[in-house]
């Protein structure tokens, strides 16, 4: 009789813990909603705009998945809400990053705009040495004047994708520069060779 007592309680027990094992599923709810957090930040621009949220959300992402693998899925439920809200602050946050790469970009087009307008009146004084390279200011004037006329259109959709082309301008601008300060260097043209 002893043996059945400790046996049926050996029973229960086991039903116990097979009930309290069978409770602690994985939270695949918070899973998906963190990794639909993930997707929208990266789709707001997350990635260009707010990389350092972005980092910090990937990582609390990582702990839940390897949380996850141990099978701890109430600290994996846990990192995931955690992750999600990292994912939900990196989204918010790029507005502001937008924002801040506008403005450095506007002030970089600003600096354009008088360097270029500086260049413009260097090369009225260089113009009779310009001789063999006058094409190539005249081409590069016009490319210079749409190229920064796209770059301004283009501040308010796309901060970042307008900084890369102001970089492109501005060496532009520091090739005729360095043309010019050298043609002004250059002797003066004796009056046979004025043309």
Excluded at 51 to 72: T, V, Y
Excluded at 117 to 141: C, P, S
Excluded at 150 to 171: C, N, R
Aim: glycine residues 4%; contains cysteine.
């Amino acid at each position: 009789m002893n043996h059945f007592k400790y046996f049926s309680s050996l029973v229960v027990v086991l039903v116990l813990a097979l009930a309290f094992a069978g409770c602690a599923k994985p939270p695949e709810a918070e899973k998906s909603a963190a990794d639909a957090a993930m997707n929208a930040a990266v789709a707001a621009g997350a990635e260009t705009y707010a990389a350092a949220d972005l980092d910090a959300a990937r990582k609390i992402l990582d702990g839940a998945e390897a949380q996850m693998k141990e099978k701890n899925y109430k600290e994996a439920k846990q990192a995931y809400l955690d992750a999600k809200a990292a994912f939900e602050r990196a989204t918010a946050a790029v507005a502001a990053g937008k924002q801040a790469a506008a403005d450095e970009a506007n002030a970089a087009v600003t600096a354009l705009d008088e360097a270029w307008a500086n260049l413009e009146t260097t090369a009225k004084t260089v113009e009779r040495k310009l001789k063999d390279q006058k094409d190539l200011w005249t081409a590069d004037i016009a490319t210079f004047t749409e190229s920064l006329k796209t770059v301004k259109e283009g501040i308010a959709t796309d901060p970042a994708g307008a900084k890369a082309k102001i970089a492109e301008l501005q060496s532009i601008v520091d090739k005729w520069d360095a043309a010019f300060k050298e043609l002004a260097a250059a002797a003066p043209l004796k009056p046979a060779q004025k043309k």
